[in-house]
């Protein structure tokens, strides 16, 4: 080594170039699993999968849900409806691809967009999302499966029973006995709650983050369970709620939606028809631009899709405040969401951290 070459400094920073930060956060990539088959052994068809992964992960879900739509759209006439609610189609564009970029659904746009801005009751806001994200999270779902993005199994299989139950639970004995006033600020609260613990989370640049849950073992079942358990009550009472982390998030939101769904619809048959009317009109939308967000946020650095979190928080709190301008009892109620969500959400992610450096 040349005597003129210089050394790196060690604990002295360097600033990043334009370039070299654009490639960290918007090329960084999500971990994908490793080809089953090595290249030289593959066959024709396994290497036309593996060359085109992405675009078969984006078109594969859109095209069979374009294809069923517009079948059952033209038997029935549904494009009619377009001329009437395509306010929520346009809506839906943005929300699909948030919901499929994410670790929330679609339906953390449509829930306040509809309550808030169009004045539709919650119970009904809450349905369509349980409705749309059925069928968007679920192609986005699709999309991150063929892609070969890594999902933690673990989180999927436990997170998704425990939310069953408690989506179940809130629909049979709890959302009936909350008001709709009460309802819209408890879904802004804890969703804002949950933007602040991961601001926080996220500014300790040296804390350690897992592709998968290491030491896998009872009680971090049990606690994988209660905590979908808690997001599934909120689903019930919102329609979005369980989301743990990217992209495995969007498997769950899509499980947890489509029993939301099906309760509503078949066990109380009580889905409005507002509801399906935004459902019919955002079908067709959210099958092209869920599984296009999964596919841009694939290329994203986790930090910056957490930037986008802490934007749609603040701004949802702040406009409902502004909307709904609740009155004193209300308004030490969403505080105090505000709160306790943040002391759960920090307590998870510090209790997360204890299991994991000590390995219980």
């Known amino acids: 080594m040349s005597s003129t070459e210089e050394l790196p400094v060690e604990g002295v920073k360097t600033r990043r170039t334009p370039k070299e ?34 675009a078969i992960g984006i078109f594969v879900p859109m095209i069979f849900v374009q294809t069923f739509y517009w079948l059952l759209a033209y038997e029935n006439e549904l ?34 967009v509809l309550t808030l801005a169009f ?16 069928v968007g999270m679920n192609s986005a779902a699709i999309t991150v499966l063929l892609m070969g993005i890594l999902v933690e199994r673990h989180t999927l299989i436990l997170a998704s029973i425990g939310g069953s139950v408690g989506t179940i639970m809130c629909l049979e004995f709890l959302d009936h006995r909350i008001s709709p006033d009460l309802k819209k600020m408890i879904f802004v609260s804890v969703f804002f709650s949950f933007a602040i613990a991961l601001f926080l989370l996220n500014s300790d640049k040296k804390r ?76 067709p939308i959210v099958s092209i631009f869920a599984p296009l967000g999964s596919f841009i946020s694939s290329h994203f650095h986790r930090q910056t899709l957490a930037l986008f979190i802490y934007i749609l928080e603040t701004v949802a709190i702040v406009s409902a405040f502004a909307i709904i301008q609740p009155g004193l009892v209300l308004s030490i109620i969403s505080v105090s969401i505000v709160v306790v969500g943040f002391l759960f959400y920090y307590l998870l992610a510090y209790l997360a951290g204890w299991l994991f450096s000590t390995n219980v």
């Not at 090595?38 to 024709?44: D, F, N």
């Not at 009751?121 to 349980?130: E, H």
Request: hydrophobic letters at 45%.
């Open 119 to 134: 004045k539709v009751p919650a119970t009904t806001a809450r349905d369509f999302a349980f409705m749309i994200q059925t």
């Open 208 to 283: 350690k983050t897992f592709d998968k849950i290491q030491n896998f073992d009872l009680k971090k079942s049990i606690l994988l369970v209660v905590v979908g358990f808690a997001g599934g009550v909120f689903s019930g009472i919102s329609g979005s709620g369980l989301d743990v982390a990217t992209p495995t998030t969007v498997s769950l939101a899509g499980i947890n939606s489509a029993v939301g769904f099906f309760w509503r619809h078949q066990m109380q048959h009580a889905i409005q028809p507002l509801a399906w009317e935004y459902f019919a009109v955002c079908v």
């Open 79 to 112: 494009w009619r409806l377009f001329a009437t609610r395509y306010e929520m189609s346009l809506v839906m564009m943005f929300g699909a691809a948030i919901g499929g970029a994410t670790a929330e659904g679609g339906g953390a746009i449509a829930f306040p």
């Open 21 to 54: 930060f654009f490639v960290k956060y918007f090329l960084a990539g999500q971990k994908t699993k490793e080809d089953d088959v090595e290249s030289g052994q593959a066959s024709p068809f396994d290497k036309f999968v593996s060359n085109n992964r992405k």
